[in-house]
């Protein structure tokens, strides 16, 4: 990831670390061989990809999916919640989102059905991201808390 990617990386585990204090936060966190961009790790297991400029976003869903089927991350918790963050880079212009979006949500959603303890989650993160080089909108922060309320909607909608 970029720079920009990165502090938007680490805004997000600091906010979801403010709103979900029961799990431990942390970056690049490994299921099997697999890092996740943010994981909270507590009752359940909370994994988090940020989907920011990737050519192929499927890859990471389908990168998860392996992963928890070769090593059942889920036995050790109730549940795994898997949320990806998409920018804005994902929506076209017409409207709706890319295929390549469509395409990583379709593969999050069997990874729900296939792995018993597992949910997904595609969430928009409201950030058109800067190319390389590029400043981050003003509004960027408030982005990721919007994106923050919604992974906590999520996460404690099972309590």
Not at 27 to 53: F, H, M, S
Not at 77 to 96: C, E, K, M, P, W
């Amino acid at each position: 990831m970029g720079e920009t990617a990165t502090l938007v990386q680490r805004r997000l585990r600091e906010h979801l670390a403010g709103c979900l204090p029961r799990y431990e936060w942390r970056e690049e966190y490994a299921v099997g061989d697999t890092p996740v961009d943010v994981a909270g790790v507590g009752d359940a297991l909370v994994l988090v990809e940020l989907e920011w400029r990737r050519a192929d976003p499927a890859n990471n869903t389908a990168k998860l999916f392996r992963e928890l089927v070769e090593t059942d991350p889920g036995s050790a918790n109730d549940t795994v919640h898997i949320l990806q963050l998409f920018s804005r880079y994902y929506d076209l212009a017409s409207g709706g989102v890319s295929t390549k979006r469509r395409n990583a949500a379709f593969v999050g959603e069997r990874v729900a059905v296939t792995v018993e303890a597992a949910t997904y989650t595609a969430v928009t993160l409201d950030i058109d991201p800067p190319k390389r080089g590029g400043d981050l909108p003003e509004e960027w922060s408030e982005s990721v808390e919007d994106a923050v309320d919604r992974i906590d909607r999520v996460v404690t909608k099972e309590r």
